[in-house]
């Protein structure tokens, strides 16, 4: 039987550092795609010398520039990373057998995805194994849901695989914490804008679920001291997204009186 063709899809901005390895890890895909948001260092050149199809569109969401990269692909099977994450030689071998055999007649597949945080991949917490559903036939799949976090909704079976994605999502704990800042306000304004509000426990309620659920029913404290901290940060993120709600709201009323 003869192969399946997959394109690789990938959307980036400002991510010479990490883009080469990512697309040398879709180098097994009969399509390389990358929507790039108008970068301003070297990434589209080096995308370019990576064999990659590159395009540039103005920045409107994960999601849509997802769903913009996933309708712009040759093939109709796809296979969607970011540009921090890489496809392990494990996983891109299960994908090859997988398109020789017509993909066994699923619609996609949910790949986990193993997080390296400070020199550590983290493999216990709420991070592993994190199941992505990223391996898919568009005709079935579409990106949907709340930004930042979209997520692919699927018209038919799918399922699971053994290899992982390997994610580097934060260079340092100074781009951990501003990541969190910048999604807290993404989620909260889109939790306001769809009539969410927030309560005085769910400052108090919300955080303290979360770290138990990481650290204690996840057993992140597994990880050692990164463990702990990472469970903390989890509650963190929890709490400064009711709080950025409970900020909007009042504001918001505030300005109606």
Same mark, same amino acid.
């Given at each position: 039987?003869?192969?399946?063709?997959?394109?690789?899809?990938?959307?980036?901005?400002?991510?010479?550092?990490?883009?080469?390895?990512?697309?040398?890890?879709?180098?097994?895909?009969?399509?390389?795609?990358?929507?790039?948001?108008?970068?301003?260092?070297?990434?589209?050149?080096?995308?370019?010398?990576?064999?990659?199809?590159?395009?540039?569109?103005?920045?409107?969401?994960?999601?849509?520039?997802?769903?913009?990269?996933?309708?712009?692909?040759?093939?109709?099977?796809?296979?969607? %990373?970011?540009?921090?994450?890489?496809?392990?030689?494990?996983?891109?071998?299960?994908?090859?057998?997988?398109?020789?055999?017509?993909?066994?007649?699923?619609?996609?597949?949910?790949?986990?995805?193993?997080?390296?945080?400070?020199?550590?991949?983290?493999?216990?917490?709420?991070?592993?194994?994190?199941?992505? %559903?990223?391996?898919?036939?568009?005709?079935?799949?579409?990106?949907?849901?709340?930004?930042?976090?979209?997520?692919?909704?699927?018209?038919?079976?799918?399922?699971?695989?053994?290899?992982?994605?390997?994610?580097?999502?934060?260079?340092?704990?100074?781009?951990? %914490?501003?990541?969190?800042?910048?999604?807290?306000?993404?989620?909260?304004?889109?939790?306001?804008?769809?009539?969410?509000?927030?309560?005085?426990?769910?400052?108090?309620?919300?955080?303290?679920?979360?770290?138990?659920?990481?650290?204690?029913?996840?057993?992140?404290?597994?990880?050692?001291?990164?463990?702990?901290?990472?469970?903390?940060?989890?509650?963190?993120?929890?709490?400064?997204?009711?709080?950025?709600?409970?900020?909007?709201?009042?504001?918001?009323?505030?300005?109606?009186?």
């Amino acid at each position: 039987m003869t192969r399946v063709p997959i394109t690789g899809c990938v959307i980036s901005f400002n991510e010479a550092e990490r883009i080469g390895a990512c697309l040398d890890s879709l180098d097994f895909c009969d399509e390389i795609l990358l929507v790039d948001s108008h970068s301003t260092d070297d990434t589209r050149t080096l995308a370019a010398g990576k064999r990659a199809k590159v395009l540039t569109r103005d920045w409107n969401g994960f999601g849509e520039q997802k769903e913009f990269a996933v309708r712009a692909a040759e093939h109709d099977w796809v296979l969607c %990373l970011d540009a921090d994450e890489r496809v392990s030689p494990d996983l891109a071998d299960e994908i090859r057998a997988l398109a020789a055999r017509d993909f066994d007649g699923q619609r996609g597949f949910r790949l986990p995805r193993c997080t390296n945080w400070l020199g550590r991949w983290i493999r216990h917490g709420t991070w592993y194994p994190d199941r992505q %559903l990223r391996l898919y036939d568009r005709r079935y799949g579409e990106w949907q849901g709340a930004e930042p976090h979209p997520k692919v909704e699927l018209d038919g079976p799918s399922a699971a695989l053994r290899g992982d994605i390997l994610h580097l999502a934060y260079r340092d704990l100074d781009d951990h %914490l501003q990541t969190i800042d910048r999604y807290t306000t993404i989620m909260a304004r889109g939790l306001h804008e769809r009539g969410r509000r927030a309560r005085l426990a769910n400052l108090v309620v919300n955080p303290a679920l979360r770290f138990l659920r990481f650290y204690v029913l996840k057993r992140g404290f597994l990880e050692g001291w990164r463990g702990l901290v990472l469970a903390f940060l989890a509650a963190h993120y929890v709490r400064l997204k009711y709080v950025k709600l409970l900020v909007l709201q009042r504001t918001d009323a505030a300005s109606h009186r």
